[in-house]
Every structure is written in C-alpha cells, then in structure tokens.
C-alpha cells in the first residue's frame, strides 16, 4: 500500500506541475530557516491537507465521494426547500414547513455522511475539521425542529410559547454558528501547523 501510496503521489506531481510541493522544513540543515508570509503557510498548510485528505481517500476508498455527496445533498436540500416554499400546492399545504422538512432531512444527511469521514480522519490523523463540520452543521436541523413544531401547531401550548415567538429570527443564529464553528476549527488546525513548523534560526 505504501508502494503504491508513493506512486499515486508522484503522478499526481505530474498532474499538477503549476503546484510544486512546498518545503516545509525550510532550509537545508545548518542552514537559517528562510522567513516566509502567513500566505506562504497558509499554501503549505493547504498542500498539508490535501496530502492528508490523498492518503486518506486511498485507505477508504468507500469514503472518498462523501465529500461531494455532502455538497450535493446541502445545495440539493436547500435549493427543494425554496422550490417548494415557493411552489403553488394545494389549499392548506403549509409550504413553509414542508420546506423545513425537506431541509431538516438533507441537513441530518450531511451530518451522518460528514461524522463517518470524521471520526477515521481524527482516530488516523486526529484531524478534527470535519467534526467541525458536524457541530456546525447541528445548529440547522436544531433550529429547523423547533421551528417546524412552532409552525405545525402540533403542541400548541408549546406554539404559543416564547420560543416560538423568536424562533424564526433565531435562523441568522443558526447561520452564524454553521459559519463560526467550522471557521474556528480549521483556524485552531492552521495554528497546530504553524506550531509544528521548525522555528526560525537566528542570521
């Protein structure tokens, strides 16, 4: 597997020869390690990740198209719930809640196929960035129940409740915690990176 790993790396230099790999030791040894921009790390952090994400595709194979079924079922969860939100069904349809049905669903979707990426990505590599994307992507059906339930009327004591009163503008939360949690995850790996790298020899 390691033979074959090596090869698959080599062809993909080959393939994409406009992105050298980077050097992240540096400098030769005994040599001052070269100053470099947090642009230039962050172009190594990234090609860290990608090496990363390479030789975990080629250990899970099964694993290697969740990433884009992810994609798929958000855009494809979200774009049905517009669609029907703003379709024309029949009298007495709540549209609005049907559409929180539809992405409630797509959301848990994302959050199952994201968790069984995670959690081999960190027992391997205790790469933590798509646990981030579990806890992030938590706060859209958390939010898309109750507000679900405040619309259905199906506990009406419950409907008339203050939750319900502000649960609708608790959405842009819900976004926010979506944007933040990920956001933060892959910044606190950036710095885990960053505090690896050698540190700089004095000239």
């Known amino acids: 597997m390691s033979s074959e790993a090596g090869f698959f790396m080599r062809l993909r230099y080959l393939i994409l020869p406009s992105r050298p790999p980077p050097i992240l030791c540096g400098a030769a040894p005994g ?35 969740l990433p884009v079924l992810i994609a798929f079922t958000f855009v494809g969860s979200t774009s049905a719930a517009i669609v029907l939100n703003g379709a024309a069904l029949t009298p007495g349809v709540n549209r609005y809640l049907i559409g929180l ?35 992030g992507f938590a706060s ?8 679900a339930t405040c619309v259905s009327h199906l506990i009406p ?9 502000v649960s609708s503008g608790l959405s842009w939360l819900a ?29």
Not at 42 to 63: A, C, G, I, M
Not at 157 to 165: A, K, M, P, R
């Open 31 to 65: 040599r001052p390690v070269p100053k470099h921009s947090l642009v230039d790390r962050w172009k190594e952090y990234r090609w860290q990740v990608d090496t990363r994400r390479y030789e975990f595709d080629l250990r899970h194979p099964r694993l290697r198209w």
């Open 101 to 135: 049905l539809v992405v409630d669903c797509g959301m848990v979707a994302v959050e199952v196929m994201a968790w069984l990426i995670g959690r081999k990505l960190w027992r391997e590599d205790r790469d933590f960035r798509y646990v981030g994307v579990v806890v």
């Open 157 to 165: 004591t419950f409907t008339g409740s203050t939750v319900c009163s």
């Open 175 to 203: 976004v926010l915690w979506l944007i933040t949690i990920p956001s933060l995850v892959v910044l606190n790996d950036f710095r885990r990176f960053l505090n690896g790298l050698p540190s700089r020899a004095a000239p």
């Open 140 to 147: 859209l059906p958390v939010w898309g129940s109750v507000e």
